[in-house]
Nanobody
């Protein structure tokens, strides 16, 4: 009932920048938290950054000072600005959105993932 469409991944050189976007649509009553996670083959999915309703952001230590998460509440969209990219940032990035549907039930939705590759 909630669809997430991600965009913005790709190939970039070390030190470069990318901006990821994730737009949520469907039977949304409210959005509590929007976030980005990433995963590499053979490892668990890990938190990159989240932003809550009060625009309070939380970052993984590995991306602090380089990545910025933001949201456009009118568009139900979350962004991840990634600067000073490193090879270890290479992963599939997933958008996650938590909130409530129009019918009152909670939802926890994931995007399809977008590949980010940082070449050295």
């Amino acid at each position: 009932q909630v669809q997430l469409v991600e965009s913005g991944g790709g190939l970039v050189q070390v030190g470069g920048s990318l901006r990821l976007s994730c737009a949520a649509s469907g039977s949304i009553f409210s959005i509590n938290t929007m976030g980005w996670y990433r995963q590499v083959p053979g490892k668990e999915r890990e938190l990159v950054a989240t932003i809550a309703r009060g625009d309070m952001a939380v970052y993984a230590d590995s991306v602090k000072g380089r990545f910025t998460i933001s949201r456009d509440k009118a568009k139900n969209t979350v962004y991840l600005q990634m600067n000073s990219l490193k090879p270890e940032d290479t992963a599939v990035y997933y958008c996650n959105v938590l909130g409530f549907l129009l019918g009152g039930s909670r939802y926890d939705s994931w995007g399809q993932g977008t590949q980010v590759t940082v070449s050295s």
